[in-house]
T-cell receptor, first 115, second 112 residues
Framework: EAEVAQSPRYKITEKSQAVAFWCDPI?????LYWYRQILGQGPELLVQFQDESVVDDSQLPKDRFSAERLKGVDSTLKIQPAELGDSAMYLC?????????????FGEGSRLTVL | KQEVTQIPAALSVPEGENLVLNCSFT??????LQWFRQDPGKGLTSLLLIQSSQREQTSGRLNASLDKSSGRSTLYIAASQPGDSATYLC???????????FGSGTQLTVLP
């Protein structure tokens, strides 16, 4: 069964350091999402890609966060510099359809702890 | 702005019980509604997707209903098992940007 792949599963870093997360969506899925989930809350969208283009990054803290999907397949989310408040689960998801009208499939997530 | 609420935040039931989880949303102009399951420290697993034109969807022991006019969806779990213990979240895309909004989830514990 096809899955969304994410790495690393866990990352511990000190504040002010740089950190990067990688996501490989299900093959053929044009839409890719990065979500951030704080413990006890639902996921919140950081950025949405349609192929290689950013569709929505209104919630992405652009002073420290960046995301790219250069070839419209896998994607990288970067944080520089990391802050204590960035500790959270970072989830990648993909869907076949355009926009948020299709079923979403999530990866296992990357748990970030900033010390 | 769409707001999604899930009540209760936590639920504990004995094994074998039938149970209902609730999801309410403020903007009825939704395209679909999706229910997910999340195990501790893991990602979300899609359970059911209901299109806006549908009233319900079934998968095994799970049945999800959708009432757009009242802004509500329910997830019915029949004959609950300890393996059903997890957090259940609902999510809706709405508005021109189709921003996906999640509820905070209901943490379910099924006691053996």
């Amino acid at each position: 069964e096809a899955e969304v792949a994410q790495s690393p599963r866990y990352k511990i870093t000190e504040k002010s350091q740089a950190v990067a997360f990688w996501c490989d969506p299900i093959s053929g899925h044009a839409t890719l999402y990065w979500y951030r989930q704080i413990l006890g809350q639902g996921p919140e969208l950081l950025v949405q890609f349609q192929d290689e283009s950013v569709v929505d990054d209104s919630q992405l803290p652009k002073d420290r966060f960046s995301a790219e999907r250069l070839k419209g397949v896998d994607s990288t989310l970067k944080i520089q510099p990391a802050e204590l408040g960035d500790s959270a689960m970072y989830l990648c998801a993909s869907s076949r359809g355009q926009g948020n009208t299709g079923e979403l499939f999530f990866g296992e997530g990357s748990r970030l702890t900033v010390l | 702005k769409q707001e999604v609420t899930q009540i209760p935040a936590a639920l504990s039931v004995p094994e074998g019980e039938n149970l209902v989880l609730n999801c309410s949303f403020t903007d009825s102009a939704i395209y679909n509604l999706q229910w997910f399951r999340q195990d501790p420290g893991k990602g979300l697993t899609s359970l059911l997707l209901i299109q806006s034109s549908q009233r319900e969807q079934t998968s095994g022991r799970l049945n999800a209903s959708l009432d757009k006019s009242s802004g509500r969806s329910t997830l019915y779990i029949a004959a609950s098992q300890p393996g059903d213990s997890a957090t259940y979240l609902c999510a809706v895309p709405s508005g021109s940007a189709r921003q996906l909004t999640f509820g905070s989830g209901t943490q379910l514990t099924v006691l053996p």
